[in-house]
Nanobody, 125 residues
Framework: VQLQAYGGGLVQAGDSLRLSCAAP????????MAWLRQAPGKERELVSA????????YYADSVKGRFTISRDNNKNTVYLQMNSLRREDTAVYYC???????????????????WGQGTQVTVSS
């Protein structure tokens, strides 16, 4: 499983960024997709997850109301729109996937066996 995340960068607090993750060659519509992040000295955190057809979502409390996850199954791509960014959102963001033959999503980082390379998001005040 190949996952390619991009779109990170250096922004100021209050700005927006959109992360993208492409999954070429994957039967994308059979995978639950997620975004996780890891800040220096902290454990990896599940930020958001989205079911196969986009009918179920998970958001960490810290990002609810600011981040939106979406997917385009025709483009094999999942997105994370991040608004009102805060310094504490600074982290390396990873795209992850889990094959899911049935419905539902998963809300723990260890439940996603497939990971891409990370993309750095740095929010300055």
């Amino acid at each position: 499983v190949q996952l390619q995340a991009y779109g990170g960068g250096l922004v100021q607090a209050g700005d927006s960024l959109r992360l993208s993750c492409a999954a070429p060659g994957l039967t994308f519509s059979t995978y639950v997709m997620a975004w996780l992040r890891q800040a220096p000295g902290k454990e990896r955190e599940l930020v958001s997850a989205l079911s196969k057809i986009g009918d179920s979502t998970y958001y960490a409390d810290s990002v609810k109301g600011r981040f939106t996850i979406s997917r385009d199954n025709n483009k094999n791509t999942v997105y994370l729109q991040m608004n009102s960014l805060r310094r504490e959102d600074t982290a390396v963001y990873y795209c992850a996937a889990r094959f899911q033959p049935y419905g539902g999503i998963w809300s723990q980082p260890y439940e996603y066996p497939h990971w891409g390379q990370g993309t750095q998001v740095t929010v300055s005040s």
